[in-house]
């Protein structure tokens, strides 16, 4: 197994993020690295933190959750011009980004929002059930009066069709 130095491995992940996004089967092509080994170095540098979203393929919108929320807390503490050249780098707009912070920071006030629409649904649902608990209940006490009917007219015939035959 061939040993690569560290400055190619850094340029080689850095040709797959943004913005130049290149993809892993074309670095391959271009650098003779296998495959398995730019993926390999893709998935460390994803556990040290870096940021590539699908290998650098897809755009900043369609990245998922915790890559968008990487990327904030990234930013969290870079001043304006700290955070323009990140953006740069990563072929992002400042301005997707602070949708992203804006996102994130409302997260857990969605999360009361829902929690309290999800308990009044809850006592409605509750509210709902115990009432056709009760409707229930009172169809069946009158099937079983209506069955007792039935069954002592079906008795009452029988004693009257038997005394006829006295």
């Given at each position: 197994?061939?040993?690569?130095?560290?400055?190619?491995?850094?340029?080689?992940l850095k040709r797959m993020m943004p913005p130049?996004?290149?993809?892993?089967?074309?670095?391959?092509?271009?650098?003779?690295?296998?495959?398995?080994?730019?993926?390999?170095?893709?998935?460390?540098?994803?556990?040290?933190g870096s940021v590539m979203p699908g290998g650098g393929q897809c755009k900043a919108e369609e990245w998922d959750s915790p890559v968008k929320f990487a990327v904030v807390l990234e930013t969290a503490s870079l001043s304006e011009?700290?955070?323009?050249?990140?953006?740069?780098?990563?072929?992002?707009?400042?301005?997707?980004?602070?949708?992203w912070r804006l996102a994130c920071e409302q997260a857990n006030a969605r999360r009361d929002v829902d929690a309290a629409a999800q308990a009044q649904r809850h006592k409605t649902d509750?509210?709902?059930?115990?009432?056709?608990?009760?409707?229930l209940h009172r169809k069946e006490k009158a099937l079983a009066e209506?069955?007792?009917?039935?069954?002592?007219?079906?008795?009452?015939?029988?004693?009257?069709?038997?005394?006829?035959d006295i």
């Open positions: 197994m061939s040993k690569y130095s560290q400055e190619l491995k850094q340029t080689v130049e996004s290149r993809s892993v089967a074309a670095l391959s092509k271009e650098t003779g690295i296998t495959e398995t080994t730019l993926y390999n170095w893709r998935k460390v540098a994803r556990r040290a011009e700290a955070l323009a050249a990140y953006c740069r780098s990563k072929g992002l707009y400042v301005e997707q980004v602070r949708v509750q509210r709902r059930i115990l009432e056709l608990e009760r409707e209506a069955a007792t009917l039935l069954v002592l007219a079906k008795k009452y015939r029988a004693l009257l069709l038997q005394d006829e």
